[in-house]
């Protein structure tokens, strides 16, 4: 079975660029999540979609960030514009419904360091 | 603030010596996990301990939870160079948002 799939896996940019994250889930899985974690903390999440309607998004800051599941697959989480402190590992995530408060798969992550 | 606060932040054993991490959180929960981090890669789940259960077993690792002191361990049994890594407590609430909440993480060195 194929794991949750992130691509880039590492991306530079300078502050008040944009940039644009992708995330490919287990096949199957309908809960998506995208989580931020910040060198030295635990993964926080920003959010959560089922199939392709938002669950959660209460700690996204809105005024820069924008995240879509079309199709109720992929799913793309977009910075714009960025900040210094969106410095970050972009974890993508993905479960079954009936288990979203049990075993989430991780994606091996995307590292932006914003300059 | 954070819901899990793992102790210690760090820890630094000799290979075969057993290591005992920490969680402890604030609201009832229905359930909590533990997950393991290799440095550069996502999260991996490792076992999950429910409000009514008290303790867990799966291979070398141990869970246990304490509801009334809202807190849980894990202990790794003759630990090996490949459990270098960090690990997180993450908590299902009863109430509230249906999400995990994750801790900071104890960064977890076993030297050959």
């Known amino acids: 079975e194929a794991g949750v799939a992130q691509s880039p896996r590492y991306k530079i940019i300078e502050k008040r660029q944009s940039v644009a994250f992708w995330c490919n889930p287990i096949?199957?899985?309908?809960?998506l999540y995208w989580y931020q974690q910040i060198l030295g903390q635990g993964p926080k999440l920003l959010i959560q979609?089922?199939?392709?309607?938002?669950?959660?998004d209460s700690q996204l800051p809105k005024d820069r960030f924008s995240a879509e599941r079309l199709k109720g697959v992929d799913s793309t989480l977009k910075i714009q514009p960025a900040k210094l402190e969106d410095s970050a590992v972009y974890l993508c995530?993905?479960?079954?419904?009936?288990?979203?408060?049990?075993?989430?798969?991780f994606g091996p992550g995307t590292r932006l360091l914003v300059l | 603030s954070q819901q899990g606060e793992e102790d210690p932040q760090a820890l630094s054993i000799q290979e075969g010596e057993n290591a005992t991490m920490n969680c402890s959180y604030k609201?009832?929960?229905?359930?909590l996990q533990w997950y393991r981090q290799n440095s550069g890669r996502g999260l991996v789940h490792l076992i999950l301990?429910?409000?009514?259960?008290r303790e867990k077993h799966s291979g070398r690792l141990r869970v246990t939870l304490d509801t009334s002191k809202k807190s849980s361990s894990l202990l790794i049994t003759a630990s090996r160079a490949a459990d270098t890594a960090s690990y997180f407590c993450?908590?299902?609430?009863?109430?509230?948002?249906?999400?995990?909440?994750f801790g900071q993480g104890t960064r977890l060195t076993i030297n050959p």
């Open positions: 995530a993905s479960s079954l419904v009936l288990q979203q408060l049990e075993t989430q798969y």
């Open positions: 096949s199957g899985h309908a809960t």
């Open positions: 979609f089922q199939n392709n309607g938002v669950v959660d």
């Open positions: 609201t009832s929960i229905n359930n």
């Open positions: 301990i429910r409000s009514n259960e």
């Open positions: 993450a908590t299902a609430l009863i109430q509230g948002a249906q999400k995990l909440v």
